[in-house]
């Protein structure tokens, strides 16, 4: 098939490499004109422009954009009188649902196809395959299939299905005759797409938070900068965790990697990244949020639905980026004022590789 790509980023760079070794002919267009000369040299078609690429394309054509949420209307005005009855529009960014509906609607008149394709993958998407969530119109889904199989993981997303053998028998059955298995999903009309990846993201948010405040638990057990000390701003230590305990991370990283019921891609990277650097000196600890995790602790707010872990996640993210600063000054200005309690001095981190006290 041929395809437009706008937007070539770490993601969209990728995706066409992968559609190009598959067959496919892709036309590619971004603002940075080196992203779009490597891929020229990579057997893709450069534009000058938006309006450049969707020249270069066969009717009926297939755009797929891949630029930020907060770009993509600006892009819609400025290809809305050029984009034909029969085109399909298709945004494989992460987009608020909403506005794919509104999306939808606003083209749907002039008979162009606009679909949400929600996409995981990252930076590995091109060696590993993307996971994709498709909303919109049953039809424009189906022509574009050939698409969504060569971006998708294909068989090699088969991979988990041997434990669903033992239990749930009946709904891996039922799910293994669609798509799915082959990561891709036609998931329900507009916006659905970009809704699952919101949930999905969200469920990210949650997952992360878990192993960071685990591994953060291990990197602390056994020493405390307060060890000893005695005053009424120091809570007692009952010395649950034994003081000889000074685990090495990347190594517990690597064990629960084989054979845990916790093994997960983000273990694996994990795992990587401690056997880097096993205190993460590298990181600065400001983690930020793309939208997704806000979006669906609104939603279920809107639904009713309780969803503690993924909102204490997201907050979290506010958290490391110092917007708790205020909050905390407060705390520490209510405790002066009923009890006269002075803030106490920070203490260097002691760390499993940097144990307290000299070293012999």
Same mark, same amino acid.
């Given at each position: 098939? *041929?395809?437009?790509?706008?937007?070539?980023?770490?993601?969209? =760079?990728?995706? &066409?490499?992968?559609?190009?070794?598959?067959?496919?002919?892709?036309?590619?267009?971004?603002?940075?004109?080196?992203? &779009?000369?490597?891929?020229?040299?990579?057997?893709? !078609?450069?534009?000058?422009?938006?309006?450049?690429?969707?020249?270069?394309?066969?009717?009926?054509?297939?755009?797929?954009?891949?630029?930020?949420?907060?770009?993509?209307?600006?892009?819609? *005005?400025?290809?809305? =009188?050029?984009?034909?009855?029969?085109?399909?529009?298709?945004?494989?960014?992460?987009?608020?649902?909403?506005?794919?509906?509104?999306?939808?609607?606003?083209?749907?008149?002039?008979?162009?196809?606009?679909?949400? &394709?929600?996409?995981?993958?990252? &930076?590995?998407?091109?060696?590993?395959?993307?996971?994709?969530?498709?909303?919109?119109?049953?039809?424009?889904?189906?022509?574009?299939?050939?698409?969504?199989? @060569?971006? @998708?993981?294909? *068989?090699?997303?088969?991979?988990?299905?041997?434990?669903?053998?033992? *239990?749930?028998?009946?709904?891996? !059955?039922?799910?293994?005759?669609?798509?799915?298995?082959?990561?891709?999903?036609?998931?329900?009309?507009?916006?659905?797409?970009?809704?699952?990846? +919101?949930?999905?993201?969200?469920? $990210?948010?949650?997952?992360?938070?878990?192993?960071?405040?685990?591994?953060?638990?291990?990197?602390?057990?056994?020493?405390?900068?307060?060890?000893?000390?005695?005053?009424?701003? !120091?809570?007692? =230590?009952?010395?649950?965790?034994?003081?000889?305990?000074?685990?090495?991370?990347?190594?517990?990283? $690597?064990?629960?990697?084989?054979?845990?019921?916790?093994?997960?891609?983000?273990?694996?990277?994990?795992?990587?990244?401690?056997?880097?650097?096993?205190?993460?000196?590298?990181?600065?600890?400001?983690?930020?949020? =793309?939208?997704?995790?806000?979006?669906?602790?609104?939603?279920?707010?809107?639904?009713?639905?309780?969803?503690?872990?993924?909102? !204490?996640?997201?907050?979290?993210?506010?958290?490391?980026?110092?917007? @708790? $600063?205020?909050?905390?000054? +407060?705390?520490?200005?209510?405790?002066?004022?009923?009890?006269?309690?002075?803030?106490?001095?920070?203490?260097?981190?002691?760390?499993?590789?940097?144990?307290?006290?000299?070293?012999?």
């Amino acid at each position: 098939m *041929q395809l437009g790509m706008i937007g070539l980023g770490r993601m969209g =760079s990728n995706m &066409v490499r992968r559609l190009t070794r598959a067959g496919h002919h892709c036309v590619v267009f971004d603002h940075n004109e080196a992203a &779009v000369r490597r891929l020229a040299a990579e057997g893709a !078609t450069g534009a000058s422009s938006a309006s450049d690429l969707l020249a270069k394309l066969s009717a009926p054509r297939v755009l797929w954009i891949m630029i930020p949420a907060a770009a993509v209307d600006p892009l819609l *005005q400025t290809l809305s =009188s050029e984009l034909k009855a029969g085109d399909i529009l298709i945004d494989g960014g992460n987009s608020y649902y909403g506005d794919d509906r509104r999306r939808q609607q606003a083209l749907a008149g002039r008979g162009v196809r606009y679909l949400d &394709v929600g996409t995981s993958g990252g &930076v590995w998407g091109l060696e590993r395959g993307y996971c994709l969530m498709v909303g919109g119109d049953t039809d424009a889904v189906r022509q574009i299939e050939p698409i969504l199989q @060569a971006l @998708a993981p294909g *068989q090699a997303a088969d991979a988990g299905q041997g434990a669903l053998a033992g *239990q749930g028998a009946g709904n891996a !059955t039922r799910a293994s005759k669609g798509s799915a298995t082959k990561g891709y999903l036609h998931v329900g009309p507009s916006g659905a797409g970009h809704f699952v990846k +919101m949930v999905h993201n969200g469920v $990210e948010y949650g997952l992360m938070a878990a192993y960071a405040e685990g591994f953060s638990l291990l990197h602390q057990a056994g020493s405390s900068a307060e060890d000893g000390e005695i005053s009424a701003e !120091t809570a007692p =230590s009952h010395e649950l965790v034994p003081r000889d305990y000074h685990f090495k991370l990347d190594e517990i990283a $690597e064990l629960w990697r084989h054979g845990s019921v916790v093994s997960s891609w983000l273990l694996d990277l994990v795992a990587g990244a401690l056997a880097e650097a096993p205190t993460l000196e590298r990181y600065a600890g400001r983690v930020a949020d =793309s939208g997704e995790g806000r979006w669906t602790v609104q939603a279920a707010i809107d639904a009713g639905v309780p969803v503690p872990v993924l909102a !204490t996640a997201l907050f979290a993210r506010f958290s490391s980026r110092g917007h @708790a $600063e205020f909050a905390d000054r +407060m705390l520490s200005a209510m405790r002066y004022g009923f009890g006269g309690h002075l803030e106490q001095p920070g203490a260097p981190a002691v760390t499993p590789d940097k144990p307290a006290g000299p070293v012999g």
